[in-house]
């Protein structure tokens, strides 16, 4: 079977490319349906993109390679395909785009579009042996029973991460690249929660509150949320993305200015109440009663003198934490590290130095903050491919 272009993923990336690339598309994935991770994502409803989003937002180790992309197809362009979709959608916080209803609609959204474009979509198709002879690429895809040989002036590679096992993802994307020459950045999890050592948290399981945390410089001022086994919450897994083993992170319990301040003024008003009830006015109880047992909270406010009222305030807004590691790729959200950027071409997303083989995705070395940013990555980078297939 002899066609232009045969992408390998019909995740957000792929059926974005797939869209746009022209005539003689086929996308071929292992899964039962596509776009599952635009499925499962933001509660069932697709956080689809950020309103803020922007190079700044990724990370790689070659910062200026997504902004080809990013800049030439935007968040303002998704959103105007959103709404010729006539889905509803909402801003939930921090730019963070949701649809109304679900994510299903944006998986029909794509469908269609790709449909429009005259794409093929096989599902459950396993692919087997990748070769190229210089012209066009030969690819062994399995489906129904079925062995064919796809042959392909074009392969786009939209295979994901390592993300999310449960839901089929693997490392085809790194094997891929290996295989042509192509150097891979080590992957690792990302927006992933943190694991601490002896059940450290264990006893505030499902507490959360708004916190600052800082991991390698970088500092998210949201919520974190209390697990059996560590650390969870936005806060937290977007400082797992600059968090590496090892290395302790920075916790602010008390990110809002003034707290030294307030428990002054709370001293003159409440001096006869316990400093653990004054303190359980701006943090969850159970938190402070464990907050308890590692620094000095007894007495009453008005018994605090302002050297302790500021030595508590210094121990509430800087707390080292060592995590031990992460939950990996089982609950990662993203997959850090991929297909070096420096073998790729910023404004096509080509491999410099095969003819006719893409990289989209998640799978190169381009990840997002949490809120939407991954998509819009997605997005952008398979838009991109798209474009340079069909202008070939």
Partial sequence: MKIETLIIGAGAAGMMCAAHAGPGVLVVDHAKAPGEKIRISGGGRCNFTNLHASPANFISQNKHFCKS???RYTQWDFINLVDQHRIPWHEKTLGQ??????????????????DKAGAQLWLQAEVGEITHDGNNFRVAVSKDGRNQLIEARHLVIASGGKSIPKMGA???????AEQFGLPVITPRPGLVPLTFADDKFKHLAGVATPARVTAN?????????????????PAVLQASSYWTEGQGIEVNLAPSHGLYQQLRAERQTQGRRALTTVLSQTLPNRLVEHLADEISLSGNIGDQSDANLQALCDQLQSRTLTPTGSEGYRTAEVTLGGVDTNALSSKTMAA?????????????????????????????????????????
């Fill in 97 to 114: 785009l949701f649809c109304d209803t679900s994510a299903k609609d944006v998986i029909a959204m794509l469908l269609a579009e790709m």
């Fill in 217 to 233: 410089g970088t500092s998210f001022d949201e919520a974190i949320l209390f697990t059996h086994r560590g650390l969870s919450g």
């Fill in 69 to 71: 992309a990013l800049g």
């Fill in 170 to 176: 693997t490392g085809l994307g790194y094997r891929v």
């Fill in 352 to 392: 410099k130095d095969v003819p006719g083989l893409y990289f989209i995705g998640e799978c190169v070395d381009v990840t997002g903050w949490l809120g939407g940013y991954n998509f819009q990555w997605a997005w952008s980078s398979g838009w991109a491919a798209g474009q340079a297939i069909r202008a070939t």
